[in-house]
């Protein structure tokens, strides 16, 4: 949930799309429920909406590089009516920051128009990418969510409806995905058969919504109806909702890392809730751990409610121990190294009166690099802290995703190229202990969860 | 070249493109040859060049709505590094000035990538987009510029190299265009074989330049080496150019409107001087005609190099009568019917000196709608003329464009609604005539042109 | 520490300024501090630096409309050399919202120049401006920072310095205020003699920093020195810093709203820290309370340190109870009633694991207007609460604040129109409490407060 | 009238002023008015109306860096209401190109508001400012017009009206000066009693306007009624226009440089036609030439109409001989010296059948540095021209002009530090010939001129 460089792992994307059986200006539902899930993606965010006056194809899109409220304004938002929308945020990896890859994809096919919007990654885009340019499909990005696009419209020709096509579509990608695509008429959903994206389903005064998290659903004044299943088809149009689930029934590989960290603490993710799961987690921690500490502190915001579960369980007082100034903008001056670390201190300060004298449980969610985590701590001391015990609330991170998060590569991860010992050396802490790879299941109880990135078992490969 | 809603056709296009076969940052080039050519087009402008570093294939593009200038500032074209590249303006008909159709137009394909600039139109453009549409070739723009690209991409794959594949597509194509390719090695150009449309062949400091109009060329800092011929395909490449003359040889059919309008008056395209073209289209007007006046004016822009050749021709001198008011900005306030009355005001000024108590020719290029001759007429005689005759350097617009002039609709062409002497009356002048169209050859001695504007003697339909 | 409308009273401004004495680019510094202070004020930022290229004066000014990270862009920052500066961030009252308002204010006059910035509020403003005016003095802004300026420039050309011209110009002066002024050489500061504005003296690599909190010191890299003294005048030069404490003496009246609300909680104000003194006001609530509850939450973020005084003090468990986002831009789109009402939710969500049947004590540091109270409650018992007891660490706000403070009209101030139980009422609470007038010195033990707001009693009038 | 570093002086200023007595939004007014003064400044716009909403003082002011056109947008132009107005357009001498400086200088000061735009130069102003600065008036520009209103602000205590003190403050100013006033009830104009710089008076609607130039009048859509007079005051209210000529009377001195080159053609200036000052020059040149050539050509814009004079006078025929690109924005690339010759290139290029085997009269209306006079004669050279004879409408540049114009230091004149033989080799012309200083007054016979620049007299110092 960070605007600067910084030691967190990357979910790349947020997806929201609304179907109005009635004359409303979706738009501005859209541009709510975006706002709601700019944690998932800083780099670009889009929006199109149905619009029979628009040039191409009856889909009217604006999308900029940028926040919502930078590419958005008020003139944007209210120029562009229409009952049927969607929306994208975008966090983009290294080398891949380019305005051409801003979504929604909107494109013109033989049967009309539809625009796109993804979340996930694609493992064999590279291979349909290829069956496509041989066909003489162009691509005008470079992500694989042109590539999805493209087998969409190519199953289009010999299906009866957009929704066939995608799921004829579906049967051939491999990854982890959820999808919203809409046309001038309709708003198509699907999510990949494992599960490993989340994708709600909600609605608000009649109109229904599909989003990547329940929370922008509740921000944008909607309900949570349910989520949507793996592998389901979920289709709105003026006659309602309708489900295809034959390509459900794969066994389920829920993202461990949207309970971890990714999503918002306010959301409920295929019946857990994200807050619950991440105090679950705190509790697990305390649970096996024998550490003597006057209190536990939590890294702002991520580490905050596994700091409370570890409280919680261990008898030991929660105490707020960070100021976290939020004004930070993306303009920072110097990149240098010496502002870097300057960085750190601008975005976190040490409540002094808390950690004075105080041995502390400092818990944060995940380490990825480890810098951040060294500040930290050096800060802590600084303040007067008399130990520092730090505690993650997953297990190390060892492996790379293939399934749309942002991984910096294994030289970069910290646990993966060194003992916990000595990562605690370099971190500075007295001492430093994970949760158990055997203790995620607590998280999200009765879940069948993707842990790939702990323990190298990926479901779909 | 006027920047206000008025009574002048559009070309719709400039194209610029630039091989050097050694390191140089040809963007710089390219920004002063599009700036050169922005009379050809002022809604969107932009660049592409060669760029190892590009994620997008090797080609890095930059464009955006508005004049070059503003599209670009120095950060922009500096980053822009490469030795090949290629650059277009563009003027938009009516409801298409859509930023997705801005162009060069980037596409990644099987064989690699290419950037795409384009002048012309292609007639049977829906048939072959439905063609493409029907392979699976999404389209993003609304524009036949993507329909040429697809074509030439679906070539490739069956197609020796790049410029076979132009060859291949040409031969599916009807219309007016010329167009330049740029692949991360080669830039290929290919002119249609009416030569409709122009297209020049110049030489900067070793590297070879293509560009609509040789003022293009010179404005850069380099020379006119020839046209490319109708039909010919250019190619450049490390080792020079080689020309395919394969489609050469149809009956040539060059745009009469180019010497009448278009083109800039430096310009050499087909081996005639713009500049003379119109000043024998003034001293062609002046043979048949017997009216006495004190003097000879042209309406600035366009009028000006026929009213020196009608006072050449007639013995009655010239004089600029009007001053022009070259910061009317794009961002005029209230476009009511009063405003656009005040707009002619804000842009033409008499200069009274000049006109009062004179009986004035008044020569301009041509008349669309009319309205703002009546209303220079009007000034004139407030000035104190006493006498306003009207002559028009080119025959009376009748008839539609098909190759790429933005035309208004019939009822809008004042000449085609209205016998002359009506059109006389509403623009209130005294007399009026019109170039002759068997004088129009005149004006490009030994050229085969298309006036289908003016007889409904289409070349390619 | 809001974007939107809201029921939060709002501090005016923030300050910072920094003499280095070498060669450093001190912009970069006061960036830093500006961004610590945002809180203070997001209406505008600006920065001056000696800049001896400078044709104002040697003084070189950058000031715009909004957050410190729109108004400078790297290339801004970069292009503000100099080793002396000051820095001001606003917040603006109602009607106020002026470009010509933002600070720093630059001016030249008889002795050369100078830049000053301001926190506070002049009471006397009014009377002085008219004498001023009276001397001819033109004003350019509509602030009393403008009206201080002239009384300092009148005084410089009676006075041997620039500090001696303060001190002079402080004795007319009534009300409560911080400012530091810069010349070319110099960096002068004063605070004003009851210290009701904030003002902190700091170091860092050797240069001097003043600045309105702590943080701000620390943010930028540096140590807290010490506080200015009310009625200081510090002057940093070359030589160090010098102190004139002649104006020192009267009896103090520190805000006591900068612990309440204004100041970052990591700040330490006249030797309290802030984030102590929220505690110590959650626990002087607690203390005097009786009411049985299950959890106690606070409302993000002010709220959050007095609720885990009142937790620590009544052994009620303290629990973060709301998601907060972060990404809420200004530009947000219809701002009717409804959407009003959206906002709160696009803020603010609750995590219902947390609250659902729960009875909840719910802390926030003061209500003005009621109006977000009553959505948060509402929404707690949407997710389940079974009973909501609001308290408030603060006594009910009921007198007008005339040192800086924009407060609304009285009307507007719900516990000035309402007694307790009706403010109850209409916030839809179970019970209500706020912090007893009497208790408030516990929050900054041995420190002489102003609390006028609360207790009608002001220092200076 | 050029937007590049060019060879040209620079004026820099223009004013508009109107009043309307009913409620109008001249705003609209202005901007037209400031669009056709364009060519008096470049660098920064603004303009103050009436607002009785407005929180300074009843004025509401817009102004910033660049075009009329990128200032002002549609909205902001909308957003200032209000029936009287002031607009200003500037350019800037080296090193002052300052946002501060932008006007109207807009002030809240004893008597209420005012604003006031300025064009011309205070030769006494830096005494006056420092007799002001003892007084302890604060300037927040380097510009002269922020002493020229603190004079009038300071005699308005001791004076019964507006227009009163602007005539006390007029007695202490040397130097050439057009000022237009509003306060939020009246307009007050003043010209300096040389009347060195134009200021006309004209009517549109009912609504009285002032402007720098007719033109801009006409532009607006209004008539020239008459020029101020030399030390005049106009004022005008709800009542009418009162006329006070008390300053009346001295030795007039208009500036000939308006006629020469900076006003429009189209301009009337104290009763003499800019157009036909203009071409009497080169009439006048022509009388005392013996040159025998081909054609006559004029540096566009500024040279052609005295290339028409000449032409007439000679018998030789006139030709225009270069196209101007006028889309060259200021966003100009490389301002190396190699770019800064193809930026000569980009806005003009000579018309080679115009020129090829012809001895041409090369006219422009002066010369500064002589390097783009070089580049021209070598363009024409290249493009075949067999001789260029150079005659320029003025005679040589010599002395400084202390009343506004931009003049570059001595040195760079290049008449000044070379005999006319030198200018002649160093410009690569076949001769070189000026106008007679003795002919001058046959541009604007019966005036009284102030040609200082040429021969050293100045009106007042």
Redesign the interface.
Known sequence: ?EYLPDDKLHEECGVFGIYAPYPRQVA?DI??GL??L??RG?ESAGISVSDTRG??GNIATVKGMG????V???AG??GLTGNIGVGHVRYSTT??S?P?NAQPI?????KGCLALVHNGNIINAAGLK?E???????????SDSEVL??EI??ER?RSDSIEEAVKRAALKLKGGYAVIIMSPRKLVAIRDPYGIKPLALGEKDGAFILASES?AI????GKLIRDVLPGEVVTVTSEGIESDRSLCGKKEAHCIFEYIYFA???S?IDGI?V??AR?MAGQALARHDRVSADIVCGVPDSG??AA?GYA?ASGI????AF?K??????????PTDE?RR?AV??KL??????VRGKTIVLIDDSIVRGNTMRQLIEMLRASGATGVHVRISSPPFLYPCYYGTDVPSKGQLIASEHSTDEVRERIGADSLAYLRPEDLGEMAPGLSLCSACFDNDYPVL
């Open positions: 949930m501005h541009y709510c706002t709601a700019q944690h800083q040039p191409m926040l919502v409220s930078e958005f304004d008020k938002i209210n080398g891949g380019l051409e909107a494109m013109n096919y033989i290829e496509q340019m041989y066909r003489g499909q162009a691509h005008y990005t470079t696009a493209y419209i190519s020709v929370s509740r921000s944008a004044g918002r603490s306010d409920v809730e807050r619950k105090f905050l409610i409370e919680a007082p929660f105490n707020i100021h100034n939020s004004y930070i903008g993306r303009s920072f001056i110097k502002e300057l201190h601008m300060n040490v409540l002094d009166s808390v």
